[in-house]
């Protein structure tokens, strides 16, 4: 007699989860929130990034670790990726129309970025919300710029013919020196959450951050230091003349009805433009 597999509770409810992840856009259950990122030089507000999050009909707000990783085994993320661009454009668009000009930065994964008709989605995003191309930031991990550099480099052109900019998310310069993105037509390099929290007590990671912004330099390159959570870390990437910075010690990510209230705020204290 052939037994049947055993299933156990954690397989059911993440086949649960799955089944549910593949109603979930047509249900209109997904929800983008956004990060601001302010410039550290200036005090000026910079932009935001969009996030996407589910909200489960049973489970909540779920986080997209828990299922981005499905939506890019099931080939899922297609659709849902090209939704939450173009949500971006439009909220992008609305805020440039109350008088706002920042950035809105979209995460696009390494199969967005292979998938044939992914530039046509950039572009019909840009069309049919009017957004101004120039400040659309597409972000990618390295990982996502890995593979055929040749093929890669093409599609980045498609992208950069746009006119939107292009930025390198995560990135760790102790495994990867910046060099090696010089042949891609980059804009932007997002320095990684965990590399920013040792900059404080690591002579070697400040030393690393000041070799990274001379070399971002000569690259015309502007660099973007993500996680920073406390004034110590602000003060020491001021130092080291980083561009721009993101993380709790300036704001969480919201959903827009707060973030047009932090930008109220942030005019009226600040008296930096957006």
């Given at each position: 007699m052939v037994k049947k597999p055993v299933t156990s509770a954690a397989d059911s409810g993440h086949q649960d989860l799955t089944a549910d992840l593949s109603r979930a856009l047509e249900a209109d259950q997904f929800f983008l929130v956004y990060q601001p990122t302010i410039d550290l030089q200036t005090n000026a507000f910079a932009g935001v990034e969009a996030l996407i999050r589910w909200r489960h009909p049973d489970r909540g707000v779920v986080g997209p670790e828990d299922f981005i990783p499905e939506l890019e085994a099931s080939g899922l993320i297609i659709p849902v990726g090209r939704w939450a661009l173009t949500t971006a454009c439009f909220q992008g668009a609305?805020?440039?129309?109350?008088?706002?000009?920042?950035?809105?930065?979209?995460?696009?994964?390494?199969?967005?970025?292979?998938?044939?008709e992914f530039a046509g989605d950039v572009e019909t995003a840009l069309t049919s919300s009017q957004f101004d191309p120039a400040h659309l930031i597409l972000e990618f991990s390295q990982q996502a710029?890995?593979?055929?550099?040749?093929?890669?480099?093409?599609?980045?052109?498609?992208?950069?013919?746009?006119?939107?900019?292009?930025?390198?998310?995560?990135?760790?310069?102790?495994y990867s020196p910046l060099a090696n993105l010089e042949e891609l037509p980059i804009d932007i390099v997002k320095l990684d959450r965990e590399?920013?929290?040792?900059?404080?007590?690591?002579?070697k990671t400040a030393a690393l951050v000041h070799t990274l912004v001379l070399l971002a330099r000569s690259l015309n390159l502007q660099i973007i230091a993500s996680g920073i959570e406390d004034a110590?870390?602000?003060r020491q990437l001021q130092f080291e003349d980083v561009d721009i910075g993101q993380g709790f010690l300036f704001s969480k990510p919201h959903e827009v009805e707060e973030i047009d209230r932090f930008l109220e705020d942030f005019a009226i204290f600040s008296g930096k433009p957006l």
């Open positions: 609305a805020w440039h129309a109350k008088g706002y000009r920042f950035a809105v930065s979209v995460n696009i994964s390494g199969k967005q970025l292979a998938h044939a710029l890995t593979g055929d550099r040749a093929a890669t480099v093409s599609r980045l052109e498609k992208l950069k013919a746009l006119g939107v900019r292009l930025a390198v998310d995560d990135f760790e310069p102790e590399f920013i929290a040792a900059i404080t007590n690591s002579s110590d870390q602000r």
